[in-house]
């Protein structure tokens, strides 16, 4: 899918979001400023988590955790140096679980992540952005049929 700009990344962020359902893990990978932050926040809005508590990138506190529909656990990988780190953050304890679990930076684990779905963002141009998005498991495969029969960009 090609995003035109930052509203198109976080109106595909929203609608993954909206369709989304508990225990649900999104890995999301892309360089620095890809927009891997602007889909998290189409992803919160989408669940109804209040913008008064805005979505930030965790890069410092590694973990944010989001209230809405669902609660959202806003992890970020950027600072993690050893796999043990993650689960020292009770990353175990939320995939999977209650709410919809979002790891920015994805790629830098050494060990695969379990997970549903994997978005890849890639610079095209100063604004657009091509993102990739790849089912890992069936619950996978039906959100992301969904999405492609919703998607209006």
């Known amino acids: 899918m090609i995003s035109a700009g930052p509203e198109d990344t976080r109106a595909l962020g929203q609608l993954l979001g909206e369709l989304a359902d508990a225990g649900l893990v999104v890995l999301l990978n892309g360089d620095l400023g890809a927009g891997k932050t602007c889909f998290a926040q189409g992803v919160a809005s989408g669940l109804g988590v209040s913008s008064v508590s805005p979505v930030t990138s ?71 952005r091509k993102l990739c998005l790849a089912a890992l498991d069936d619950c996978g495969e039906n959100l992301l049929e969904h999405l492609a029969s919703q998607w209006q960009g």
């Open 58 to 128: 965790p890069s410092y506190t590694l973990l944010n955790i989001h209230h809405g529909r669902l609660p959202l656990y806003h992890f970020d990988l950027y600072r993690l140096s050893q796999v043990d780190d993650l689960a020292e953050l009770g990353y175990d304890e939320f995939a999977e679980g209650d709410g919809l679990t979002l790891v920015e930076w994805a790629d830098r684990m050494t060990d695969a992540l379990s997970a549903s779905v994997i978005v890849s963002i890639e610079h095209l141009t100063e604004l657009q």
